[in-house]
């Protein structure tokens, strides 16, 4: 692998251990990010600037927080349209609008960059693990070369369809994923309220019908009201925005999503943005008048 160079853009929660991934797989990592301290997860020295990281990269990856972040990354001066080899793929596994993902491919692949949207779900444990859930849009022959980076990161790696089709697929995952957060913030704030054994509910929860991978992996944390991120409300708020916009766009009814989304947006408004998504929790009880001293 050490003959294929990735660069990595964007060293964050879910970009660093990504980054870490591809160097333990003996992939040629370059990673850069806009603040400078975030580069030490991969014991070496980073690029000084997009450009720099994408100009010998056979394979760039960016995984940046927003849609304006990426047309900055991908379009701006110092960006991968202008400064990376032509015939180099391009993989965006940030959450942005389908829409943006549609446009900033097609200005890409003008440059001669072949262009993958790849939005990932699996939480921070998922890309320290190598184990994420990968929801590709893109032409099959670029997914297919693509195919052995991406199994660095990721497990479930599956092609949906043309440019966008990942960002529509991830746009559902999130709807999916707010919406199982806030009712089990309410479940739980309903076992406290009759003060139940939440440790016994979660485990016979999980184990019938109404299991799912929020009360396998975040009921016991929120339980317990800690709320390091993982995953931002302030980035859930943005995806909430995707989903309420593409589903208008397509005459969808999403009325227990748009629900979520201005749940979502409270908790935010009430200074919960830097804390997990699983925070919801905190909202929940003091919808309840049950809010910890
Ligand atoms: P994050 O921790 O905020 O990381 C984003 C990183 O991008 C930061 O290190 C930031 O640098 C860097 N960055 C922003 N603009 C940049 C630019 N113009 N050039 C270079 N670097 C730039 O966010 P995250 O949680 O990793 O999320 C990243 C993306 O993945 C988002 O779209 C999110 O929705 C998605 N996602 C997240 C999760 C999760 O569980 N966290 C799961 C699935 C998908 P600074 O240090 O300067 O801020």
Redesign the pocket.
């Known amino acids: 692998m050490s003959d294929t160079t990735v660069a990595v853009?964007?060293?964050?929660?879910?970009?660093?251990p990504m980054a870490a991934n591809l160097v333990k797989a003996g992939f040629d990592v370059v990673g850069?990010?806009?603040?400078p301290?975030?580069i030490e997860i991969l014991k070496k020295k980073g690029a000084s600037s997009?450009a720099e990281a994408v100009k010998d990269a056979d394979v760039i990856i960016t995984?940046?927080?927003?849609s304006p972040?990426v047309e900055?990354?991908a379009l701006g001066e110092d960006g991968i349209a202008a400064n990376a080899k032509s015939g180099a793929i391009w993989i965006d596994?940030?959450?942005?609008r389908p829409d943006v993902a549609v446009n900033v491919a097609k200005a890409a692949s003008d440059k001669g960059i072949r262009c993958l949207d790849a939005?990932?779900?699996?939480?921070?444990q998922?890309?320290i693990d190598g184990t994420?859930s990968i929801m590709v849009g893109g032409d099959k022959d670029v997914f297919d070369e693509a195919k052995p980076v991406l199994d660095a990161v990721g497990k479930t790696i599956v092609l949906v369809g043309p440019s966008g089709s990942g960002q529509t697929v991830?746009a559902a995952n999130q709807l999916i994923v707010a919406g199982t957060i806030e009712l089990v913030a309410e479940a739980l704030n309903f076992l406290e309220a009759y003060h139940v054994d939440t440790t016994a509910a979660i485990e016979v929860l999980a184990g019938g019908l109404a299991g799912n991978r929020i009360l396998d992996r975040k009921a016991a944390s929120m339980v317990k009201r800690e709320f390091t991120?993982?995953?931002?409300i302030d980035?859930?708020h943005?995806?909430m925005g995707i989903i309420i916009a593409a589903a208008r766009e397509a005459g969808v009814a999403i009325p227990l999503g748009a629900h979520t989304a201005q749940l979502m947006q409270y908790a935010r408004q009430l200074g919960y943005g830097d804390l997990d998504h699983s925070g919801l929790m905190l909202l929940v009880e003091q919808l309840s008048g049950r809010a910890q001293k």
Do not use: Q
């Open positions: 853009i964007g060293l964050g929660i879910m970009g660093g850069y990010n806009r603040s301290g975030k997009v995984m940046v927080p927003d972040d900055e990354v596994a940030s959450t942005i939005p990932v779900s699996g939480g921070e998922g890309a994420l991830k991120p993982g995953f931002r980035l859930h943005k995806d």
